[in-house]
Structures are given as C-alpha cells and as structure tokens.
C-alpha cells in the first residue's frame, strides 16, 4: 500500500507500476508507513547523502514494534535512527522507530539499543530496502552515511529539515508539480 501524494486527499491505495499491482518479492516483518508533515524536496541536494535529492515523498518509517499493524492505523513513535536509501539516484530517507505502546519501547532509545535488544533487526531492514528491487531487473538500492543507519539525534535533524521543506510546499512557497495539496 502507498499514499497516492498526487490524488486530492492523499489516499492509502494498493501501489501499481505500469499498470499492475505490486507485490513485494520478499515479506516484510515490521510496520511500514510514513511520517505526516514531511516532504523530502527533489530540489534540494544533500551534501551529506552523496548530494542526492529527495524522493518528492513523505519521509518513511520503519516501525520496528512487536505488534502487526492495520493498513492506515495511525502510531505515536520514538524515532531511534535513519537510514539514507538512495533508489535511482534519490534520496529516500528510512526513519526507525517503535511504538511507543511497544514493550521494548521503554529499552529501546537510539540505534545502538536496537542491535543489543532486536538483534539482526537493522541488517535486515537495511538488506531488504537495497534488496527489493532486484527481482525486477533493477540494480540493488544503495545507501549514505557509510552504510550504517544514523543515530537518533541525526534521525531528528531529518525529521525537522523535511518538516521544514514540507511547510514551504503547503505554503506554496515551493511549486508542487504534480503533488496534491488538497
């Protein structure tokens, strides 16, 4: 499921490429979605990711909880850290969090908790994002920062610039192209 970001109102729908639904090759074992107010701006180069653009999306996030969410459930989360996947050439930030109704929530505080409480967790989300797109004739995602996920501070400095570049778009102090503002 995606946010169809160029339809009025923005709604959850079953994700087509070329006219097909599209279903992921491998399973998923953590809850995936997005954080509202953020916008990652394909006019802006990031001098830290490689100088790739973001993705004209809301920024992702992985939620790495015990629980199985349904489609559309709304979260409150602690972000623990960020990946920088770069898919063709953009930026497409990876949020991780968890719920903050998780158990392990109250252990779990940066990204170095996540490896000593989760093990594995990170090397799988990181495999499965530079992995997906194989099965489709694509090359493998690539990703920033040394390849390793950013700590939570950092994480909080993405949240806060693409917050940022998103007031600028509702603003239309940014052209929105083909994004829906409605």
Same mark, same amino acid.
Request: glycine share 8%; net charge negative; charged share 30%.
């Given at each position: 499921?995606?946010?169809?970001?160029?339809?009025?109102?923005?709604?959850?729908?079953?994700?087509?490429?070329?006219?097909?639904?599209?279903?992921?090759?491998?399973?998923?074992?953590?809850?995936?979605?997005?954080?509202?107010?953020?916008?990652? &701006?394909?006019?802006?180069?990031?001098?830290?990711? &490689?100088?790739?653009?973001? &993705?004209?999306?809301?920024? &992702?996030?992985?939620?790495?909880?015990?629980?199985?969410?349904?489609?559309?459930?709304?979260?409150?989360?602690?972000?623990?850290?960020?990946?920088?996947?770069?898919?063709?050439?953009?930026?497409?930030?990876?949020?991780?969090?968890?719920?903050?109704?998780?158990?392990?929530?109250?252990?779990?505080?940066?990204?170095?908790?996540?490896?000593?409480?989760?093990?594995?967790?990170?090397?799988?989300?990181?495999?499965?994002?530079?992995?997906?797109?194989?099965?489709?004739?694509?090359?493998?995602?690539?990703?920033?920062?040394?390849?390793?996920?950013?700590?939570?501070?950092?994480?909080?400095?993405?949240?806060?610039?693409?917050?940022?570049?998103?007031?600028?778009?509702?603003?239309?102090?940014?052209?929105?192209?083909?994004?829906?503002?409605?």
């Amino acid at each position: 499921m995606e946010v169809a970001t160029d339809e009025p109102y923005t709604p959850i729908k079953q994700d087509t490429k070329e006219g097909k639904l599209r279903c992921y090759p491998y399973n998923i074992h953590w809850n995936y979605g997005l954080l509202p107010q953020t916008w990652e &701006d394909p006019s802006l180069a990031n001098s830290e990711v &490689d100088g790739a653009f973001g &993705d004209n999306d809301p920024v &992702d996030v992985v939620e790495i909880g015990e629980s199985r969410r349904k489609i559309g459930e709304i979260l409150k989360v602690k972000p623990l850290g960020a990946l920088a996947m770069i898919d063709e050439g953009e930026l497409d930030w990876k949020i991780v969090a968890i719920s903050l109704d998780d158990p392990k929530a109250s252990f779990v505080n940066d990204i170095d908790d996540v490896e000593k409480h989760m093990p594995g967790t990170l090397t799988a989300i990181r495999d499965w994002f530079r992995d997906y797109k194989i099965p489709d004739g694509k090359p493998a995602n690539k990703f920033g920062l040394g390849n390793k996920a950013a700590n939570k501070d950092y994480a909080l400095k993405v949240i806060s610039e693409t917050n940022e570049s998103w007031n600028k778009l509702v603003k239309r102090y940014i052209p929105a192209g083909e994004l829906s503002l409605v």
